[in-house]
């Protein structure tokens, strides 16, 4: 009896504490998305051949479906803690009642649309790193599997008789996750590994200047979609061995698949983000990283890279020039004369 009421509080709290990092982090996600449509309604968003309209709707669709999932929390709060304050049981035994209408199956489904969406855009940027469609082959195959897993899981959820964490439902709602966090774990090890591959081999030719500026912490970690990532896996261990904190890394989940990706959207649309060149193009301006050492002493490459000879370009004295065209002048005026 003491270990069902100690599980019962750790749920309950777990529940509150994970409706007050909601409403932080979806204060986050509002600044970013509003941070996004300023710089996409820009010219230079579109100069730069952004698919701006695609990143505005994709962007839109993840606030609405975010916001689907914060309120629905909100309301099942107000009605278990508030409302229905004094219900038989206590408020754990409403929670368990309520699981099943029709409000918390929209917010069970919405996060399953928002993983979809999150994971679909993490294996289209890992292609985009890599520049090879071998790479994602086995991403897909994963992303397809939760598809079909998250159907399920939301049709066994949504039942009359159904609870997400129990029975059937709960080791349906297992396998999604795993499938998820496992897909998370695969595509965020691969664009990991192929930023810090590139970073490491321009430091070790150009300097660690230049790797700082395109493979920086913060680009490992938007690439990646990492507190994604992390979070799931959380999520995955908690809900695996039935731990009643595991409400509070779902919620957390939940919202970094909405809160990431639209980190990265951001990071795309302030021209910031990994593109097919990045490694090159890095290559090519520490190559041609050239700055001027004077006015009469030429131009030299700064900082020239290790086991390359430096680039020097001299240009004429000025002072002559000045005097070769004043000659010149007085030259074409006599002759005028």
């Not at 940027?125 to 520049?131: E, K, Q, S, T």
């Not at 709960?170 to 996750?177: D, E, K, P, S």
């Not at 301006?285 to 900082?303: D, K, L, Q």
């Amino acid at each position: 009896m003491s270990s069902l009421v100690d599980s019962e509080f750790l749920m309950l709290n777990s529940y509150y504490i994970g409706n007050n990092f909601n409403t932080i982090l979806y204060g986050v996600e509002l600044v970013l998305y509003f941070q996004t449509m300023q710089v996409l309604l820009k010219s230079k968003a579109t100069q730069r051949k952004i698919p701006a309209k695609f990143f505005m709707i994709f962007s839109t669709t993840l606030l609405f479906l975010i916001t689907i999932f914060v309120v629905t929390q909100m309301v099942l709060g107000e009605e278990m803690w508030i409302i229905n304050a004094n219900y038989p049981g206590g408020q754990a035994a409403y929670y368990e009642a309520r699981s099943a209408v029709w409000c918390q199956t929209v917010g069970a489904v919405a996060p399953i649309i928002l993983q979809l969406m999150s994971d679909g855009l993490l294996v289209y940027r890992c292609f985009i790193v890599w520049a090879d469609y071998r790479v994602i082959i086995f991403p897909c195959i994963l992303w397809l599997a939760t598809l079909v897993f998250g159907i399920i899981d939301a049709a066994l959820s949504g039942a009359p008789s159904g609870d997400f964490w129990e029975g059937f439902a709960a080791q349906m709602g297992v396998t999604y996750y795993a499938l998820s966090i496992g897909l998370n774990i695969v595509v965020t090890s691969i664009i990991c590994g192929r930023i810090l591959y590139q970073g490491r081999r321009i430091r070790q030719q150009f300097g660690p200047a230049m790797s700082r500026t395109y493979f920086s912490a913060a680009s490992i970690i938007i690439e990646s979609a990492l507190p994604y990532t992390i979070s799931g896996i959380a999520l995955v261990i908690t809900f695996a061995i039935s731990s009643g904190i595991c409400i509070l890394f779902q919620e957390i989940y939940v919202m970094f698949t909405c809160v990431s990706p639209q980190m990265l959207i951001l990071r795309v649309a302030m021209g910031r983000a990994w593109v097919k060149t990045t490694a090159t193009q890095a290559e090519r301006e520490a190559v041609t990283s050239i700055a001027f050492a004077g006015p009469s002493h030429g131009i030299s490459e700064s900082r020239a890279p290790q086991n390359r000879p430096s680039v020097t370009v001299h240009l004429p004295d000025l002072e002559s020039l000045d005097r070769s065209s004043e000659a010149a002048e007085s030259k074409e005026e006599t002759s005028q004369v």
